[in-house]
């Protein structure tokens, strides 16, 4: 099979064997790129039109009980700025939010142990109250089976929890003990089973990834049939472990986001901030390639800076709710708009 037929299959099956998308990702031309790009834009407007849905992301803590050698956030990270939002800040960052036209906050985090269930439920009770035609997705990591039921029953409707890798033995080059790949599928898996919308995903380009690596993420999308899939580059964090490494690339990040459009035609794929921290414009370019979601930053201006996962990470201007109105011009000059709506999964 050529790489064109390599797409054109994979469009029509919503299928390729692994070792065929390994090929594809091994030297493709520039013409095969954006032959994959097309299909995958194409695809996405069958399911999605036009629409850009937006979430609002609130960093709710800085503090993580995790060491993962490649996260700015680590426990081990003796200068990362440390804070935690208290509920009233999260609750005006919402209100922020909403009136911009936000229909989805997403309270991402550390794995702090400060948010319990008893911090959580209130919290998350307070914001369906006060928004209910508003989905909320929660992204807090590794919880036992019992929290997330209980957060669920409280109201959140999303849960993201990044695999981070389908590979357990990469798994391990990118995390020490006691994290665990199992515990963190079996998490997803729960998720899953207790009615969320659930999100899964990876980093492109972590060190000692592989293209068979790559390959075998389609599949595990293939196989796991996510509600969304959070896509980006790696980027390294002058304070970890893999200061020194190289990040991933655009060209790669935006294939494995077209190549997972094709394979899962109804999931929900965002142009992440280290898509667009990585290149200017890589938002634009992830968009074009088959993404259809954005998350602006919510966050108090005052703590956004802190919440440094790799160097150089965007939080200002279009990044962020100020630059909203700006950030929707430019998605209108590429042919696409964003739009006032829950954006929920047709997955
Ligand atoms: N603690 C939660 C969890 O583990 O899912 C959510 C917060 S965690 C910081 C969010 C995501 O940031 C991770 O899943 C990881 O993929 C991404 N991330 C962390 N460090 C990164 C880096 N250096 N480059 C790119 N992405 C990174």
């Known amino acids: 099979m050529d790489n064109w037929n390599r797409i054109d299959w994979l469009a029509s099956h919503q299928h390729l064997p692994p070792e065929e998308i390994e ?29 850009v849905y937006v979430r609002g992301l609130i960093e709710i803590s800085s503090y993580c009980r995790n060491n993962c050698y490649y996260c700015g956030i680590r426990k081990g990270n003796t200068k990362a700025q440390r804070y935690r939002l208290s509920k009233e800040e999260i609750l005006l960052a919402c209100r922020n939010g909403y009136k911009s036209g936000f229909r989805t906050f997403v309270l991402q985090g550390g794995e702090d142990p400060y948010f319990t269930d008893l911090q959580l439920i209130p919290l998350i009770q307070a914001i369906k109250k006060e928004y209910p035609d508003c989905a909320l997705t929660l992204s807090l990591g590794e919880r036992s089976r019992d929290s997330y039921l209980a957060c669920f029953q409280a109201g959140a409707d999303r849960y993201l929890l990044r695999h981070e890798t389908a590979n357990p033995i990469h ?63 790696f980027l390294p964090h002058s304070q970890t472990p893999f200061a020194q490494k190289s990040a991933g690339t655009l060209q790669q990040t935006l294939m494995l986001l077209a190549l997972l459009r094709l394979t899962l035609p109804k999931t929900l794929l965002p142009a992440t901030t280290a898509l667009n921290t990585l290149t200017p414009g890589g938002r634009e370019a992830g968009i074009l390639a088959g993404a259809n979601v954005i998350m602006p930053n919510l966050s108090p201006p005052e703590v956004r800076g802190k919440y440094q996962l790799y160097d150089n990470k965007l939080s200002v201007g279009l990044e962020a709710i100020e630059g909203f109105a700006i950030l929707k011009e430019q998605i209108k000059q590429i042919g696409y708009q964003t739009v006032v709506a829950r954006g929920d999964s047709l997955q």
């Not at 520039?30 to 790009?37: G, H, K, R």
């Not at 020490?176 to 899953?192: G, N």
């Not at 990876?202 to 796991?224: I, S, W």
Request: hydrophobic residues 35%; charged residues 20%.
């Open 171 to 233: 798994y391990r080059q990118l995390h020490p003990t006691p994290m665990s790949w199992e515990h963190r599928i079996q998490c997803l898996y729960q998720l899953k089973e207790i009615g969320y919308q659930v999100g899964c995903g990876f980093m492109v380009g972590t060190p000692g990834q592989t293209k068979k690596d790559l390959a075998q993420e389609v599949a595990f999308a293939e196989e796991f049939r996510p509600h969304m899939i959070g896509i980006g580059p």
């Open 23 to 51: 090929q594809l990702l091994t030297d493709p031309s520039e013409d095969t790129i954006q032959y994959l790009f097309n299909r995958a834009a194409a695809v996405r407007k069958q399911y999605y039109g036009t629409d």
